[in-house]
T-cell receptor, first 116, second 111 residues
Framework: AQKITQTQPGMFVQEKEAVTLDCTYD???????LFWYKQPSSGEMIFLIY??????QNATEGRYSLNFQKARKSANLVISASQLGDSAMYFC?????????????FGTGTRLQVTL | KAGVTQTPRYLIKTRGQQVTLSCSPI?????VSWYQQTPGQGLQFLFE???????NKGNFPGRFSGRQFSNSRSEMNVSTLELGDSALYLC??????????FGPGTRLTVL
């Protein structure tokens, strides 16, 4: 079974500052993938970034980067230069290996509030 | 490419009724997954269809069912609605393992 833990229910960050959202995971699969999604109040889940368990480099997508520490089973999201539009819920999720690759297991989310 | 579309966006039903939700994936994507999001249980996987076959299933009762058509569009059906079925139902499509793209969701309210 897979498990995602997000220990920060809420975070505040000032505009233009960087923020790190924590995510730890547990799985017995050797091959897996980790995702981060943003969910604004409208409800849509917006895909941000993906890290495969065998990817050698940490994933980056624009202002988003994933700090992947395999031995610690952590996959923290770093948002640089926060903007007011970044205020939303953020979910960490993982997929398993063959047979469960299409099933995402989600954490409970972190609500990020960007302030002036 | 157009994104994932879901219809309807909002639904209000009463207990005991049934409901059908529709999802059109991104063009070229053959995999469609469904998730239920509630304040109490969070985001939970319902099932996944690939090339018209159910490939994975979550831990939901048999009242929840789905199907996929040859054009990859998918429908999800919930029969004998219960109050606890009130949720945001999200559909996601993918063509590989490195991303699942979600639609805007259908918000179902059961009275």
């Amino acid at each position: 079974a897979q498990k995602i833990t997000q220990t920060q229910p809420g975070m505040f960050v000032q505009e233009k500052e960087a923020v790190t959202l924590d995510c730890t995971y547990d799985t017995s699969d050797q091959s897996y993938g980790l995702f981060w999604y943003k969910q604004p109040s409208s409800g849509e889940m917006i895909f941000l970034i993906y890290q495969g368990s065998y990817d050698e480099q940490n994933a980056t997508e624009g202002r988003y980067s994933l700090n992947f520490q395999k031995a610690r089973k952590s996959a923290n999201l770093v948002i640089s230069a926060s903007q007011l539009g970044d205020s939303a819920m953020y979910f960490c999720a993982m997929r398993g290996g063959t047979g469960t690759a299409s099933k995402l297991t989600f954490g409970t989310g972190t609500r990020l509030q960007v302030t002036l | 490419k157009a994104g994932v579309t879901q219809t309807p966006r909002y639904l209000i039903k009463t207990r005991g009724q049934q409901v059908t939700l529709s999802c059109s994936p991104i063009s070229g994507h053959r995999s469609v997954s469904w998730y239920q999001q509630t304040p109490g249980q969070g985001l939970q996987f319902l099932f996944e269809y690939f090339s018209e076959t159910q490939r994975n299933k979550g831990n939901f009762p048999g009242r929840f069912s789905g199907r996929q058509f040859s054009n990859s569009r998918s429908e999800m059906n919930v029969s004998t609605l219960e109050l606890g079925d009130s949720a945001l139902y999200l559909c996601a499509s993918s063509e590989g393992l490195r991303a699942q793209y979600f639609g805007p969701g259908t918000r179902l309210t059961v009275l």
